[in-house]
């Protein structure tokens, strides 16, 4: 079937967009890469797509071409677990059951200020201070009378904050090299067998069960979840070619930088500053956590750290990654904040206003 010509145009206008915007994420990686930056092709792209955004150039990246981007990074991360984590997971009960009690404080403080300091409606301030993912906290948010672009952008500036603030905090503690190409990723330009068979099981398969299974962010773990699988089983050790994944990673890195198109520099600056503050309450508690449950349990603080920041969970993965210390932790952690807060949220909102009503 024929598709009319406009959607024809429409569509040649999406990629041609999308490959601009990879093309000044490619340009923002590179230099970032030159200047010695941790997670170089993520923070260069997105400092670069936020900057083009913000000047109103045609640029645009959205879900839709997020998800390949996605199933890759879900891969590498998948890649990064080994037969050996199960002893390690073992070590981090203490995080995992406090991380509820982390979950409720961090909530509480960031709704208190988009509801004082902002002056956001109910709905609004509470799905933004919600420290869960974007999409689910948006929609969550609309169906329940919150403004989903606040939202979003709220949270999209808090992911861009602490993505560009925690590598240079972490590495500063851990003079540890960066290996983000070099442990997880092959040198190797094109593909072995190997990559090819067990790599394409993991995305498509991925795919599949994460879309049946309803997972969050399900192209992203989906993938993982098979890769992960895969390689703790020693099935097979495949890596990702190191091009593609710094090509799936300014792809993450656009995706966050072409959310703030179309906003005038005022008002990002008003997102960003209310953003910032939002990120400094989770920053210090993120950290006054770490230091405390590593003390208690002796566990690794900048490891700690990553588990419990208000990152997304692939860009946390990633840093993890970059700096050497080990990303299971990271990833099972933040899978549990996400599947927490997806449960919590509207429950918690629902007999607030319940209560609200009957009072």
Known sequence: MRLPAFQKTATARVVARFLAAMAVGVIGGGLFALAGAPLPWVL??????AAASLMGLPIAAGPATRRPMAAVVGVVLGSAFHPGLLAVAQQWWLPLVTLPLFLLAAAFLCVLWFR???GFDHATAYFAGMPGGIAEMVVMGAERGADERIVGLIHGARIMLVVFILPFVIRHFHAAPDVAGGAIASTSVVPGLDLLVWGGVSIVAGLIIGRALR????????????SAVLHAGGTT????PIWLLALAQVGLGATI???????????FARI?????????????????????LGRLAGLDIGLLALAYSPGGLAEMSMVALSLALEPG??????????VFVLIGAPLAFRNRSSEELAS
Request: net charge positive; hydrophobic share 65%; proline share 3%.
């Open 272 to 292: 960003l500053l209310l953003a910032a503050g939002s990120t400094a309450i989770l920053l210090l508690l993120t950290f006054a956590w770490a230091v405390t």
């Open 44 to 49: 260069g792209s997105m400092a670069a797509c």
């Open 257 to 267: 930088g072409c959310r703030f198109r179309g906003l005038s520099l005022k008002a």
């Open 329 to 338: 932790v990271v990833i099972v952690l933040h899978l549990a904040r996400v």
């Open 215 to 226: 997972l969050p962010a399900w192209h992203l773990m989906g993938p993982l979840l098979v």
């Open 237 to 240: 050790d495949f890596r990702v």
């Open 116 to 118: 004082k300091v902002a």
